[in-house]
């Protein structure tokens, strides 16, 4: 393999000054090896906008070994003890290509049409509205505890089907699966215990499509069902992986976009005075808050042929990192990219991906975010942060602060 760049970027990756801020480092990649092979990630970390879009939407550049690459890495009795994880991930349309992947979306993508979300919109207000209303003034909270975690994950919750009393395991188990690759090496048990989040999710998932296969509701699991129920379109182990994917998703990325969000503009207190002046900018502020501070800050592809990106010949079978996070602050791409502005138009950010892997819960997203800013800034005359240096999930792609406490007052 190549050998490491001058740049520090592996010593320096998941390090606490590194978790605060990973952009500087991004910045010297693009400087001086926007096409870096990391001994860390074992993979090929692309950091340039144009070379992160290309690779987005390059066919060559596959999913589907994603899983398969990383087993390969283990000893024979830790596979098999880890099989249950792979399983589930084997399952998740995020690591399928075509056909596999253009027919599983399919049968989702109705679910998460703008207008079919846009159709949510009240009953997100009005989960909005009781979250917020467990809050006093003058009281110091986590953002991240009392509302950017349970709000997305009730209404996936809510979109599925899950019981009110399995998504607290639910949000637990999800922690589990994201923690296991988010280290760049990880670490036995934090395998172990994501393997057996994966058994857990997929017998709460085996239970409640029983239920439904005997008495169908209005949720996204019964249409599921209905479809595996007419064979040969999407079967058990689908149905459980599509289950698990769409679960811990369609909570994450939104939690981490309104945690990353709020932090900004509590940061920028300019700017969130002119959002507050002019709440209908509010849709194209989040649009500036996801290239800001993207909550996914990298994907993973597997290079199905051999190929050339930057000038670097990337082998068949290498990895390689499009990182998101660092394309969004690209200066070819975005005038003065390390300044947050709320009215930046147009702003082609990648937050979300591009090509047929592009969110598919982004309009979901989207409406989450858009709903509770303009409830928080109706609501609360002033809000502060408390603790300015919050501490960073320890993960290479999934970025959020762990605790963001706040003070809300009138």
Same mark, same amino acid.
């Given at each position: 393999?190549?050998?490491?760049?001058?740049?520090?970027?592996?010593?320096?990756?998941?390090?606490?000054?590194?978790?605060?801020?990973?952009?500087?480092?991004?910045?010297?990649?693009?400087?001086?090896?926007?096409?870096?092979?990391?001994? @860390?990630?074992?993979?090929?970390?692309?950091?340039?906008?144009?070379?992160?879009?290309?690779?987005?939407?390059?066919?060559?550049?596959?999913?589907?070994?994603?899983?398969?690459?990383?087993?390969?890495?283990?000893?024979?009795?830790?596979?098999?003890?880890?099989?249950?994880?792979?399983?589930?991930? $084997?399952?998740?349309?995020?690591?399928?290509?075509?056909?596999?992947?253009?027919?599983?979306?399919?049968?989702?993508?109705?679910?998460?049409?703008?207008?079919?979300?846009?159709?949510?919109?009240?009953?997100?207000?009005?989960?909005?509205?009781?979250?917020?209303?467990?809050?006093?003034?003058?009281?110091? &909270?986590?953002?991240?505890?009392?509302?950017?975690?349970?709000?997305?994950?009730?209404?996936?919750?809510?979109?599925?089907?899950?019981?009110?009393?399995?998504?607290?395991?639910?949000?637990?188990?999800?922690?589990?699966?994201?923690?296991?690759?988010?280290?760049?090496?990880?670490?036995?048990?934090?395998?172990?215990?994501?393997?057996?989040?994966?058994?857990?999710?997929?017998?709460?998932?085996?239970?409640?499509?029983?239920?439904?296969?005997?008495?169908?509701?209005?949720?996204?699991?019964?249409?599921?069902?209905?479809?595996?129920?007419?064979?040969? @379109?999407?079967?058990?182990?689908?149905?459980?992986?599509?289950?698990?994917?769409?679960? &811990?998703?369609?909570?994450?990325?939104?939690?981490?976009?309104?945690?990353?969000?709020?932090?900004?503009?509590?940061?920028?207190?300019?700017?969130?005075?002119?959002?507050?002046?002019?709440?209908?900018?509010?849709?194209?502020?989040?649009?500036?808050?996801?290239?800001?501070?993207?909550?996914?800050?990298?994907?993973?592809?597997?290079?199905?042929?051999?190929?050339?990106?930057?000038?670097?010949?990337?082998?068949?079978?290498?990895?390689?990192?499009?990182?998101?996070?660092?394309?969004?602050?690209?200066?070819?791409?975005?005038?003065?990219? $390390?300044?947050?502005?709320?009215?930046?138009?147009?702003?082609?950010?990648?937050?979300?991906?591009?090509?047929?892997?592009?969110?598919?819960?982004?309009?979901?997203?989207?409406?989450?975010?858009?709903?509770?800013?303009?409830?928080?800034?109706?609501?609360?005359?002033?809000?502060?942060?408390?603790?300015?240096?919050?501490?960073?999930?320890?993960?290479?792609?999934?970025?959020?602060?762990?605790?963001?406490?706040?003070?809300?007052?009138?």
């Amino acid at each position: 393999m190549p050998t490491a760049s001058s740049d520090d970027f592996d010593t320096d990756l998941l390090t606490p000054l590194y978790l605060a801020n990973p952009y500087p480092s991004y910045a010297a990649l693009r400087d001086t090896a926007p096409v870096f092979f990391s001994q @860390r990630l074992n993979a090929w970390v692309l950091t340039r906008y144009q070379d992160v879009y290309r690779a987005l939407k390059d066919g060559r550049l596959v999913s589907s070994r994603r899983v398969s690459s990383y087993s390969q890495q283990l000893s024979a009795e830790l596979r098999s003890q880890l099989q249950p994880l792979f399983d589930q991930f $084997d399952t998740w349309i995020g690591n399928m290509d075509p056909p596999d992947h253009t027919r599983l979306r399919r049968l989702v993508n109705a679910a998460f049409t703008t207008r079919m979300v846009q159709a949510m919109r009240v009953e997100i207000e009005q989960l909005i509205e009781e979250l917020l209303a467990g809050i006093t003034s003058g009281q110091t &909270v986590d953002f991240v505890r009392d509302f950017a975690y349970p709000l997305p994950a009730i209404v996936i919750g809510r979109m599925l089907g899950v019981p009110r009393e399995a998504r607290q395991q639910l949000i637990g188990w999800s922690n589990a699966l994201t923690a296991y690759s988010g280290t760049g090496q990880a670490e036995s048990q934090v395998a172990q215990t994501a393997s057996q989040a994966a058994t857990s999710l997929s017998s709460l998932f085996d239970e409640l499509a029983r239920q439904r296969r005997l008495a169908p509701r209005n949720d996204l699991l019964s249409q599921l069902v209905q479809v595996e129920d007419q064979g040969n @379109r999407l079967s058990r182990q689908e149905l459980l992986g599509m289950c698990g994917f769409l679960m &811990v998703a369609g909570h994450e990325t939104t939690m981490a976009l309104l945690a990353n969000g709020l932090l900004a503009l509590l940061r920028h207190p300019m700017q969130l005075q002119q959002l507050r002046e002019n709440p209908a900018a509010i849709p194209t502020a989040v649009e500036e808050l996801l290239r800001y501070d993207s909550p996914i800050q990298h994907q993973t592809r597997s290079a199905a042929e051999t190929l050339e990106i930057g000038g670097q010949r990337i082998r068949a079978g290498d990895r390689v990192m499009p990182f998101l996070g660092a394309a969004n602050r690209d200066p070819d791409q975005f005038a003065r990219p $390390d300044h947050l502005d709320l009215s930046r138009a147009p702003n082609p950010h990648l937050a979300f991906g591009l090509g047929p892997h592009y969110c598919l819960g982004a309009p979901l997203a989207r409406l989450e975010t858009e709903l509770a800013l303009q409830a928080l800034l109706a609501r609360w005359k002033k809000i502060e942060l408390v603790d300015t240096e919050p501490q960073f999930r320890q993960h290479t792609s999934q970025r959020n602060p762990l605790r963001l406490q706040v003070r809300f007052s009138q």
